[in-house]
Structures are given as C-alpha cells and as structure tokens.
C-alpha cells in the first residue's frame, strides 16, 4: 500500500510539474498569437506546414498529455484548426523527450523508428482529420478549453486562476495517477500471466517468434501503441478536454496504428 501511494504521490508532482511548465509555454504561443489565426492554415499548404510542425512540436516538447493541455487550450481558442492540434497530442503520445528520462532502457540510437513513427502518425492524424471534416466534428470541449487558456490572466489574478485549474483538471489528474498506479502494479502483471496461460497467445506468439517478430521494428512499434492504449492517466486527460466523440476517434486511431504495425510483421 505505502509502494502504491508513493506512486501516485510521484505521479501526482511530476504532473503537476509538467501543467506549470506548459502553462508557462502557453504564455510564449499566447503572445506569438494575439490575433485569432482562424485562416492563417485553411489553404492546403499552409495546413500541411501546420500539421508537420505541431506534430514535430510535440515529439520535442518535454511534456506529456497533462502538461499538452494549456497549450492545446491556447491554440485552440487562437483559432489553430483542430487538424494542426491532434497531430500535437498524437506525436507527443508515442513519443516526446520526457521519455529518454523516464523510461528505463531507452537508447537512443535504437529508437530513431520510433521517433519517426511518432512524427509520421502525428501528421496522418492531421490529414485524416482535415479529409474526414473533423475541423467541424466538435471534438473538443471548448467551455473546458476556455476556463483553463490564461488570455485574460493578470498578475492580481494570478492565484485565482490557478484555483480554477486545480479545479477543472485536479480530479482528472488524481483519478488518473491512482488508477494507472493501481494497474500497473496489480493488474498488470495479472494479463500478463494470463495471456502466458491462454490457449490463444501461445499460437499467436509462436507465429509471431516464426517471423523474428521480436526482432522487428514494427513489432517495437506496435508494442508502443499497446502501452499508450495502457496509459489510463493519459486517457484522464482526454477525458478532461476532449468530447466523448474525439476520445473515440482517438481510442480508433491508436487500434488503426496497431493493426498496421502488426499486419507489416508478415511483409
């Protein structure tokens, strides 16, 4: 119990950490944006720079979902389309430059597939949402994204703000850090065990072990989606700013994404 409240406590602070830090680069777009950019990416090429460079912005940017979210409202509300802010979430969701520092065994030379996986799905979820008229599709909940961009913070007013980010985003970021840490030290191991024990995922890993699966990139990547799909804090956070609609949209992206990583095993 002391293990499992210690992780929450450090999931919590280092959350919290990463919503400081993005608030304080939402500053830096908020003046870069002081007008609304409602039409600055609606032409066709301009909309592809803005798909390619927001979702290189979030593979280098580091922050994960929680800290996106002051940022992702800012856009937002400048007037950004929504296809140029999912590729942001999407490419920061596979990979962004917290994670050469929190996860035990990266190596950077071995992971130059992944960062451009990260990039490339980033900008095929800003051309899908610009083909399939997602701009228009209300993905977003815009009266959350309102209460949480600091466009009209002053320094007077500057705690007060602060309360109403706890206020907004604090029970999603506590929901979320509790239950990732509870299944990842209770139920993980228990699906792991489980699919040991399967009459099923034996068949499929002796296929997979018959094609050197574990030894192909594709394998790696598919594997990196699965865990995204694992990551209950992050799907707190979406839950927090995004419509029941556009977590689905995303839920079916990242299933899209694993299935072609997994059919590219046999190729």
């Not at 029941?244 to 992206?253: D, E, N, P, S, T």
């Not at 694993?258 to 046999?266: D, E, K, N, V, Y």
Request: aromatic share 12%; glycine share 6%; with cysteine.
């Amino acid at each position: 119990m002391f293990a499992l409240i210690t992780d929450a406590a450090n999931g919590t602070l280092l959350n919290l950490a990463q919503i400081i830090l993005g608030l304080l680069i939402s500053l830096i777009f908020l003046m870069a944006l002081r007008k609304p950019a409602k039409n600055t990416n609606s032409s066709l090429p301009a909309g592809m720079l803005f798909i390619a460079l927001f979702s290189l912005l979030g593979s280098l940017l580091p922050l994960g979902i929680y800290g996106l979210i002051p940022i992702v409202a800012v856009l937002f509300l400048q007037g950004i389309r929504v296809s140029s802010i999912i590729p942001l979430i999407v490419s920061s969701s596979l990979f962004n430059m917290l994670v050469p520092y929190t996860e035990v065994g990266f190596i950077w030379r071995n992971s130059i597939p992944r960062i451009i996986f990260a990039l490339t799905a980033g900008i095929l979820a800003g051309v899908l949402t610009r083909l399939l008229k997602g701009e228009n599709a209300a993905l977003f909940r815009e009266n959350t994204l309102k209460r949480l961009t600091p466009a009209n913070l002053k320094k007077q007013k500057l705690f007060s703000f602060i309360t109403e980010y706890t206020n907004v985003l604090g029970p999603y970021l506590l929901l979320g850090v509790i239950a990732d840490s509870i299944f990842r030290r209770y139920f993980f191991m228990d699906i792991l065990r489980f699919m040991n024990t399967s009459s099923i995922f034996p068949v499929v890993g002796t296929t997979l072990l018959s094609h050197n699966a574990t030894t192909n990139q594709f394998f790696s990547l598919a594997m990196i989606t699965v865990t995204s799909l694992m990551d209950l804090l992050k799907w707190t956070a979406f839950c927090s700013i995004l419509r029941f609609k556009g977590i689905l949209r995303y839920l079916a992206y990242l299933i899209f994404l694993c299935i072609i990583m997994t059919a590219l095993i046999f190729i």
